[in-house]
């Protein structure tokens, strides 16, 4: 049985560390002061984005033929794995690839939003998530109706990032009269549509605000529909598999990267005259994240590999979501016990890091969610 990564996997695993260390990880201190770790200087945002399109990395898990690297779920998990250890790397590697529009969407559509979206010349953003309804997505309230004038939205949306910047969005309705699964259909809205407003600024704890959306009898043609009305709900599901799994491999990165900092900083400090890394009580620390990140690893590539091979990963990628993410909290608050007031002071990116780690619990499912389609899966 053979564990290891293929070697072209290998290789764009050791030129993405390469890049981390030698040009991201030198920036951090000079960009503690960012609000959130996806928000860059527009120039060190524009060499760095150049860098990575010259290596061909640039939206790394769209298919080629819309511009996008193309990379099987494996290779984008090793990429994600590596962007993460840095609190630099984040916003360089393309937007979210919108596999809804992918799987979904006309030519036209494509053309329109998809492509520009891929090549990073426009922004998007993705709005499922409504006050009454996010984790449990099937109970979404939002309605979509044909009328003579056009196809009528009414409802409205919370937490949807990126909103503000967004040159479209991407917005999950029902059908009016369906429940439940029935009548799922995405929508593509234009900024400015009529009847769309953007409404408060949710601020988050990683810095990252998120927005309200309002849907008031908000009009569109057919060419603004994805697909067949009631298509959405698969369409959905995939995007949110494909998301687990990028979640869980941030997690794998932003938690590698802790424990390093933990490591080198428990043999350089002393306290009552000698090293901590001479400790138990640190030693086990260290242990328990060493053991828990070879297991995140386990399974994430492991998920990875099997979506990579065609595999229904609906099962995994739930499971690598949880794990990992809790790993990821556990691995960070340790680095931060370890390194004292320093990890709590904005004098390194332990802080980044916390901040960033605690979300990953809750969006895209939260913990509990997901531990309930695991059971589904095992008792059905
Ligand atoms: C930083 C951030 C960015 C986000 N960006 C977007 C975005 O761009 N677009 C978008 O549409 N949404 C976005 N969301 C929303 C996100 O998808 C939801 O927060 C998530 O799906 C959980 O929904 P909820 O917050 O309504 O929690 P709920 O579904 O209300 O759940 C609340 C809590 O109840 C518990 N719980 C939930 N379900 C179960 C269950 N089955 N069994 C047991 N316990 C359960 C969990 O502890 C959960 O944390 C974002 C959220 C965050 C935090």
Redesign the pocket.
Known sequence: MDFNLPEETRMLKDMLRRFVDNELIPLEQKLLDRPNTFELPEDIYRELSGKVKDMGLWAWGAPEEIGGAGLSPLDGCAVIEEVYRSTVGRSVFAPRFAPVLYELGTQAQKEKYLIPFVNGDING?????EPQ?????AGIKTTLEETDGGWVINGN???????KTADFILV?TRVKGTERHQGMTWVVLDKGTPGLTIGREQK???G?S?YELFLDNCTVSREQVLGEPGQGWGAGNTFLYSGRMEIAARGLGVADRCQEMAIGYAKERHTFGKPLSSRQAIQWMLADSAMEIHATRMMVYDAAWRATNGEDVQQQTAMIKVFSSEMTGRVVDRAVQIHGAAGLSDETILELCYRDAR?M?????????M??LVARGLLQ
């Open positions: 953003a993705t709005a499922f998530s309804a996010a984790g449990d997505l949306k919370c937490w949807i990032s990126f909103a999950l988050m704890i990683h990252l998120t979300p619990r809750i969006y895209e499912g939260p913990s509990e969610a531990r309930s």
